[in-house]
């Protein structure tokens, strides 16, 4: 066939069939298989879907927990110790002597 | 069994009725494969395309209008995915159709003849504008006319069909000189 003309709007049967060969990959039911499979409940992909969500929550969870576990375990001991917080803390000073004014803001609270 | 109707199948699908879908996959995977490869030019990615066209055609089966026809809802949906794989893989759409979307190698005189045709079409596919290669395509296999093309593609159908004999006197040439069929 001749292509003469853009007005000309027969197709073209033998480009159709070479351009329909080229571009047919064939095996169109194992194909549909495929993406039935995509679709079904408990298919790979829908295990992996729910899977997803709690997965990396999960995931979030335990990098937190190695995260803080590891800070712990590269502090120096005396920073573990942390801030003096107790009544006997308060009440006893560096030299190991007693601060009774603080012993009784401490036993107490503040503004008594 | 009586064939049943695109129609019929889409309210079963509609439904949840795996199967009919399945069905309904079966029926117009080779027009969705076939533009995805004309987009694509590459056979996995099309085959991942029209997987994902598919599955977003069953998530969308709500949005189709049933007194229109399936098949140009679903290559509007098919080129979509196309499109998307082609920018999230710039690189592979640059490349040449590859020769195992021309079927096997040759093994005889004529086989490779036929080989070699199949290559000489399939890069001078390659060297068309993507709205050219899916307007000859729809024409030439689909059997999509030049208004329906237009539509399908967002563009008059007049453009629709400039771009349909372009692309054909590009693809004659290399067949053959642009007048003889290819045996």
């Given amino acids: 066939m001749t292509i003469g003309s853009p007005f000309d709007g027969s197709p073209d049967h033998e480009l159709g069939a070479a351009l329909r060969a080229l571009l047919s990959p064939g095996e169109d039911a194992a194909f549909a298989a495929r993406v039935l499979a995509r679709l079904e409940p408990g298919s790979p992909w829908e295990a992996l879907a729910q899977w997803a969500r709690p997965g990396l929550a999960a995931a979030l969870l335990l990098a937190a927990a190695l995260g803080f576990w590891f800070t712990l375990a590269s502090m120096p001991p005396a920073e573990l110790a942390g801030p003096r917080s107790t009544l006997a803390d308060a009440a006893f000073g560096s030299a190991g002597t007693i601060d009774r004014e603080a012993m009784v803001v401490a036993a107490m609270g503040p503004g008594r | ?183």
């Fill in chain 2, 1 to 183: 069994m009586a064939p049943e109707s695109d129609a019929e199948l889409l309210r079963l699908s509609r439904a949840g009725d795996h199967a009919a879908f399945g069905r309904l996959v079966e029926r117009y995977a080779p027009l969705v494969r076939r533009l995805t490869a004309s987009v694509l030019r590459h056979a996995e990615d099309a085959d991942d395309a029209a997987q994902e066209a598919f599955l977003s055609a069953w998530t969308a089966l709500g949005q189709h209008d049933a007194g229109r026809s399936f098949g140009p809802w679903m290559a509007r949906i098919a080129l979509n995915a196309a499109r998307d794989l082609a920018r999230r893989r710039r690189v592979r759409a640059t490349e040449p159709l590859p020769p195992e979307l021309a079927g096997q190698g040759p093994g005889t005189d004529q086989m490779a003849e036929r080989g070699d045709l199949r290559r000489r079409l399939g890069a001078a596919l390659a060297a068309l504008p993507e709205r050219q290669r899916v307007a000859v395509v729809l024409f030439e296999v689909e059997g999509y006319s030049h208004a329906e093309i237009g539509e399908l593609l967002g563009m008059p159908e007049g453009t629709a069909r400039s771009e349909v004999f372009h692309a054909r006197r590009q693809l004659r040439a290399a067949l053959g000189g642009g007048t003889e069929a290819p045996r």
